[in-house]
């Protein structure tokens, strides 16, 4: 699992150990992603699928797409489709996806980089392997996080984030059993370079079989843990999980997240998404591309996609 590594984590910055009063946060629940497909036939797990959205907040869903070793031929993408009322974030763990977009954003990303769309008030975009993959084949892995905009941000003018691996503020335990890559937020006082409308963290994690994470965590943020790959527990008391498993947690001052001692060769460490955010607490109103307020603003959103207000297909 490429994303970013490094080959000496002591030295690395180190997180602070939990103080004296910190509390660590309870695990509410323990869910399976279902599994589909995406796009053009991509394979997905629906990480959150069967959580309830109030305790979601402020995200909407998040796919993990692949793991899948491709063969010639076979790589695929998403057609040109809407968006308006939330950012899309996709992060890319192993492999290559292009993105354009009807705003003129867009480019390449690769092992560890994250293209961050906030739609707003409406575009079109396409996501895709480059031809010359397509034509060789190889591996593909990465998520893609929706995060709701409130209501005075659902309108506003699309965006676009290039955010390159070497970006990501780097940081590691006291033992340095974990590599923790921040791409948006601030954890611990460390910030990532993800530009959020709405207040939000978001870490990729890689820990070592036998060690465990406790991992600073903003207080009035929401926590969940989803695992890529590997099996471990979260939580002080050790509540199981494992690859396509989420956990949500309640509050607390932060997040403890074990890794068995043995690992399959597949997965020799467990790899985990932490995202959390300030709730919204705002009325949703969902309807496949359009993520608003109302039913009357979701009904607006296809009238204007349909008369061409998103914009045009780049030539």
């Known amino acids: 699992m490429p994303a970013i590594t490094v080959d000496d984590l002591t030295l690395l910055e180190r997180l602070k150990e939990p103080g004296l009063g910190d509390q660590p946060r309870p695990v509410w629940e323990v869910t399976t992603a279902p599994t589909g497909y995406e796009g053009e036939g991509f394979p997905v797990r629906r990480a959150f699928a069967g959580i309830d959205l109030r305790r979601l907040d402020p995200f909407i869903m998040m796919d993990q797409m692949g793991e899948v070793e491709y063969a ?6 998403t057609p040109w489709h809407p968006h308006r009322g939330f950012e899309t974030v996709t992060y890319i763990i192993d492999g290559v996806f292009d993105h354009q977009d009807s705003h003129g954003g867009g480019g390449t990303i690769t092992n560890g980089d994250t293209q961050w769309m906030t739609a707003g008030s409406g575009l079109l975009h396409i996501e895709a392997p480059p031809e010359w993959l397509v034509q060789k084949g190889g591996l593909f892995h990465g998520i893609q996080l929706w995060v709701n905009l409130p209501r005075d941000a659902k309108m506003n003018d ?11 503020a780097l940081l590691t335990t006291t033992d340095a059993g974990a590599l923790v890559r921040v791409i948006a937020g601030t954890v611990d006082g460390h910030a990532g370079p993800g530009a959020t409308h709405t207040p939000m963290s978001l870490v990729h994690a890689t820990v070592e079989p036998g060690a465990r994470l406790d991992l600073p965590w903003q207080v009035d943020y929401n926590a969940l843990v989803y695992v890529l790959n590997g099996r471990g527990t979260v939580g002080v008391d050790g509540r199981p999980i494992q690859t396509g498993q989420s956990a949500v947690l309640g509050a607390g001052d932060y997040v403890t997240i074990t890794a068995e001692g043995r ?14 955010g300030l709730p919204i607490n705002e009325p949703i109103a969902w309807a496949g591309p359009f993520v608003m307020n109302t039913r009357s603003e979701v009904v607006e959103a296809y009238e204007d996609f ?10």
């Not at 010639?72 to 993408?77: A, I, L, S, V």
């Not at 399959?264 to 959390?276: A, F, H, M, T, Y």
């Open 72 to 77: 010639p031929g076979e790589p695929k993408g």
């Open 158 to 168: 699309p965006r676009y984030q290039d955010i390159r691996s070497g970006q990501v």
């Open 263 to 276: 690992q399959e060769s597949r997965s020799p460490k467990l790899d985990v998404i932490v995202v959390g």
């Open 306 to 315: 349909q008369k061409g207000r998103f914009g045009h297909l780049p030539a």
